[in-house]
C-alpha cells in the first residue's frame, strides 16, 4: 500500500486568510478567548518578524500598528477543511479526515493515470494551491510514517520502502504529540529526536513508560499496522467572509462574491458536481445612519434552471437579484451556500431548431425582473382558490410545458390582462353600459355581453364581488376594440380589467 498525507502548517492562520489575500500580504495574528483572557493563537510569518508569538495577549499584538488582528472563526476553518478534502477527492476516493489540518488519502495504483508518487505530490500541491491553501505532503508505505514525514519536511518528501527509521532519526520528539509526562521524561533522559528513541532497549522502556513508550518507539522505527478509515462527512459546499468595516455599496461586495464563488466553482469542480442552488445570508450591520432594515439577517435563495458552474452567469445573477432586492444596511458578514447538483448534459437533434441556452435565458430573465419586477416574469401557474385573477406567476424552467402541437386549438381569443385593473367611468342605459371612459379617451359601447357576477373569499377580510361584461367599442382612428370590463360590488367603482386579441 501506498499512502500519501498532506498536512496544512499553521492551519488557524491560512483559514482565517484563505478568502482575503490583501491581509496575507500584511502582519497578521488571529486571537481566541474569552476577555480579558484573549490571546493571539495563530500568526504569519511577517508578524512573527515583527517579535509577534502565539500566547501574547491582544493588547501586546494591537500595540504594532502595521499587524492586522482577526478573531478566530471556526466557519472559516470548517470551510477550509472541507476545501482541502474536496480538492483530495480529485486524486482518491479514499480519504480519512485525521484532523483539521491533516488528511491521509490511499494512492495505491494510480501511478498508471497521475505518475509517480513525487509527481501525485505535487499535483495535490498545484491543486491546494488554487483553494488558496500552503500544503506539505509526505509518501509512505504505511500511514502514521506519512504523517510524521509530512509534519517534518518542508515541501515534499516520499519516504523510501524499508528505510523510514534512517530517514525519520532527525525528526524531534514533539512529531509524535506525546503525553506531556511523557515527553518531559524522554527530554530529562536526553532523548530528543526519533532516532534517539528507535536504539533504546526495549526491555528497559517498557519498564519505566510501559506500553505506551513501545508504542513510541515503534512509531520512531517507522513501524505502523494501521489501517485507512475513510471518511464521508456530508459535503457542505460553504463560504464565508467578515468585513473590518461594514460595506455599503454593492460594486464592492461584487469584488467579494466573485472571490467566494471562484472558491465554491472550484471545490465543486473537483467532485464533478455543479451548482443547483445558490443561498446568501448577509449579516447587517443596523447601527449606521440612515438604513431601512429591520432584520440584521437578511437571506436570499437563487434557483437556477440548470446546475451550472458559470462563474460570470453565477455572479451576474447575485448583482441583479440584490439590486432588485437592496438589503437596506451595510453588510458586516455574509456567507454563501451552494446546493450541489449532477451537471445538466443535453444532446440537441441534428434535425431540430436550436433552444435558447437555459443559462443565458435566465440572465435575460433576471434582467426583466430587475426592470418589471418579480411577480411579472415566468410562467403563468393556476392557482386552486377563489380569486379575481386565479393564476400566478411562477419561475420558468426548461421543459416545464411540454405541448404537442395536436393539443392546440384551432383558433382561440387571448385576453391581455391588465395589472392593476385600469379604473373607468361607465354610462349605462337600461343597466347597460353605453359609454365608457378610460386611460383618458372615451369610446361608445357597440355591444356588450353580461353581466357575469363572480365572487370569492367571503369567509375572510378579503372577501371579493364583480358583475363582468364584454364590451366592443368604437375606435375611430383604428377600429374595434373589445375590452372585459367590471363593476365592484364592494366599492360600486368601474374597471377595464383587459383587452382581447
Avoid at 498536512?7 to 488571529?30: C, G, H, I, S
Avoid at 437578511?298 to 447575485?318: A, G, H, M, N, Y
Avoid at 353580461?450 to 377600429?479: C, I
Wanted: proline content about 7%.
Amino acid at each position: 500500500m501506498l499512502y500519501a498525507c498532506v498536512y496544512v502548517p499553521n492551519f488557524v492562520a491560512q483559514a482565517a486568510l484563505r478568502n482575503d489575500p490583501e491581509v496575507a500580504a500584511k502582519p497578521f495574528a488571529v486571537v481566541d478567548g474569552v476577555p480579558p483572557q484573549v490571546r493571539v493563537v495563530a500568526l504569519n510569518s511577517r508578524a512573527k518578524r515583527l517579535g509577534l508569538w502565539v500566547g501574547m495577549t491582544t493588547a501586546d499584538a494591537g500595540a504594532q500598528s502595521a499587524v492586522r488582528i482577526r478573531e478566530r472563526s471556526l466557519g472559516l476553518e470548517k470551510a477550509a477543511h472541507a476545501a482541502l478534502v474536496d480538492c483530495l477527492a480529485r486524486f482518491s476516493p479514499w480519504c480519512e479526515e485525521v484532523a483539521d489540518d491533516l488528511c491521509v488519502l490511499d494512492i495505491s495504483g494510480l501511478s498508471k493515470l497521475l505518475g509517480t508518487p513525487g509527481q501525485i505530490a505535487r499535483s495535490i500541491r498545484v491543486e491546494a494551491r488554487r483553494l488558496p491553501l500552503y500544503i506539505k505532503v509526505g509518501v509512505a508505505r504505511n500511514i502514521d510514517s506519512a504523517i510524521h514525514v509530512a509534519r517534518a519536511t518542508k515541501n515534499i518528501f516520499v519516504l523510501p520502502s524499508g528505510q523510514e527509521a534512517e530517514h525519520l532519526k532527525d525528526v524531534p520528539l514533539e512529531i509524535l504529540d506525546p503525553a506531556p509526562e511523557i515527553l518531559k521524561t524522554l527530554h530529562r533522559w536526553g532523548i530528543r529526536t526519533f532516532g534517539q528513541l528507535a536504539i533504546l532497549p526495549h526491555l528497559a522502556l517498557s519498564q519505566r513508560l510501559g506500553q505506551e513508550g513501545l508504542r513510541l518507539q515503534r512509531l520512531a522505527q517507522g513501524q505502523s499496522n494501521r489501517i485507512l478509515v475513510p471518511t464521508s462527512a456530508p459535503a457542505i459546499f460553504e463560504e464565508e467572509m467578515s468585513f473590518d468595516h461594514a460595506v455599503e455599496d454593492l460594486e464592492s461586495l461584487a469584488f467579494v462574491f466573485h472571490r467566494l464563488l471562484a472558491q465554491l466553482v472550484l471545490r465543486l469542480s473537483s467532485r464533478s458536481l455543479a451548482i443547483g442552488e445558490l443561498h446568501l445570508e448577509l449579516f447587517l450591520d443596523l447601527a449606521t445612519d440612515g438604513v431601512t432594515a429591520t432584520d440584521k439577517l437578511f437571506s436570499r435563495s437563487l434557483k437556477l434552471p440548470v446546475p451550472t458552474v458559470d462563474l460570470t452567469l453565477l455572479l451576474k445573477l447575485l448583482q441583479l437579484d440584490l439590486e432588485a432586492h437592496q438589503p437596506g444596511a451595510p453588510v458586516a458578514k455574509l456567507i454563501l451556500r451552494a446546493e450541489p447538483a449532477k451537471p445538466s448534459a443535453v444532446q440537441d437533434g441534428m434535425f431540430v431548431p436550436r433552444r435558447p441556452e437555459p443559462q443565458k435565458m435566465e440572465l435575460t430573465l433576471a434582467r426583466l425582473r430587475n426592470l418589471v419586477g418579480e411577480g411579472r416574469v415566468g410562467s403563468p401557474e393556476l392557482i386552486d382558490q377563489h380569486m379575481q385573477i386565479p393564476f400566478r406567476m411562477a419561475r420558468f424552467a426548461p421543459g416545464m410545458f411540454r405541448i404537442k402541437p395536436s393539443d392546440l386549438p384551432v383558433s382561440r381569443t387571448a385576453v391581455r390582462i391588465f395589472r392593476p385593473s385600469v379604473p373607468a367611468d361607465v354610462e349605462k342605459n337600461r343597466g347597460a353600459p353605453r359609454r365608457i371612459r378610460f386611460q383618458g379617451k372615451g369610446y361608445r359601447v357597440l355591444q356588450a355581453s353580461g353581466p357575469w357576477r363572480r365572487s370569492g373569499e367571503w369567509w375572510t377580510h378579503e372577501h371579493w364581488g364583480r358583475d363582468e361584461w364584454d364590451l366592443v367599442l368604437d375606435r375611430a382612428e383604428s377600429g374595434r376594440l373589445v375590452v372585459r370590463a367590471y363593476r365592484d360590488l364592494v366599492t360600486g367603482r368601474w374597471y377595464v380589467d383587459g383587452e382581447y386579441d
